[in-house]
Each structure stands twice: as C-alpha cells, then as structure tokens.
C-alpha cells in the first residue's frame, strides 16, 4: 500500500447494486464492473481520501476490512503520485456530485452523451480519475464523469 495507490470496492447495498447494474451495460460481466466505489491512498498509514454522500473526506483503509477491495497503482512518474494525492486533498470538502452521478446514469443505462454537474461538487471515481489525470495518468477523455468500471478498464495500472 502505497500513497497515490487507488482502492476498487464492490458493496452490496442498493445503491452499489444499481451502479453495478448501469456499469454492467458497458462492460458487461467483466471485473472492471464488479466494482461500485473507488479511494485513493494518501500514506502508508492507510489513511484514504473518498467521496461518499457525506462529500469528499478523510478516511482510512480498515473501514473496508472484511469487504471485497482491491488496491492498484497506477502508473506514475517520479513524483506524481504525490501531485495526485495532493490534488486529492485539494477536493476535500467538497460536496457530492448527486448530479454528477444522475448523468453518469443516465449516461450508462441510455447511451447519451449529455454531461451535466455542479462545479465543486465530486463522485468518487471522478476525483480519483481527475487526480490521476493532474499526475499524467490517462484515465480517459472525460475523468470527472469517469465510474469505478472506467478506471478500471482505462488505466494501465502498474
């Protein structure tokens, strides 16, 4: 476990059964859908940085212990997992992007294209993709609309 390292977590409430559900139409039964949450480590203390209903918060990696996660590096330069960990911190604070997620959904059960949202406001893969994207890791030509399957199936991860 490493700082910039990003966690993938399938949960099994409502909410995670129906982004699972919208995901599984793009990727159909592939692991990248299997995953409905995302964090990014921010120190080898296990501290972690996520954007829940609450907005975007501190956290730290036991609270997913006993839970299906995974952690994967992506595949930063010298020095840019700490631009994407501080970009991070940068979001904490900040509200959920319920919009965000409406259009993601909408987005994943329709096929539109129409993007929408509020500034200063996050979902989880998006803050994580676009604080990769701050530390040169691709993560695919519309980050802050990115879900936890687009991650996984974009990135190279290391």
Not at 29 to 53: C, E, R, W
Not at 141 to 150: C, E, I, R
């Amino acid at each position: 476990m490493r700082a910039g390292d990003i966690g993938f977590v399938s949960q099994h409430d409502f909410t995670a059964w129906w982004i699972r559900f919208a995901e599984r139409r793009k990727y159909g039964k592939s692991t990248a859908a299997h995953y409905n949450h995302v964090f990014m480590v921010t120190d080898d203390l296990g501290t972690i940085i996520q954007a829940d209903p609450s907005g975007v918060e501190y956290g730290h990696i036991s609270a997913y212990r006993g839970q299906d996660f995974v952690l994967k590096t992506p595949p930063y330069g010298p020095g840019d997992a700490e631009i994407a960990v501080q970009a991070m911190k940068s979001f904490v604070g900040e509200k959920y992007g319920w919009l965000t997620i409406a259009s993601v959904g909408l987005s994943l059960l329709t096929g539109t294209r129409l993007r929408f949202g509020l500034a200063g406001t996050e979902i989880c893969s998006g803050a994580a993709a676009d604080a990769m994207t701050r530390a040169n890791v691709d993560c695919g030509p519309d980050a802050t609309f990115d879900t936890p399957a687009d991650l996984y199936a974009l990135v190279h991860w290391a």
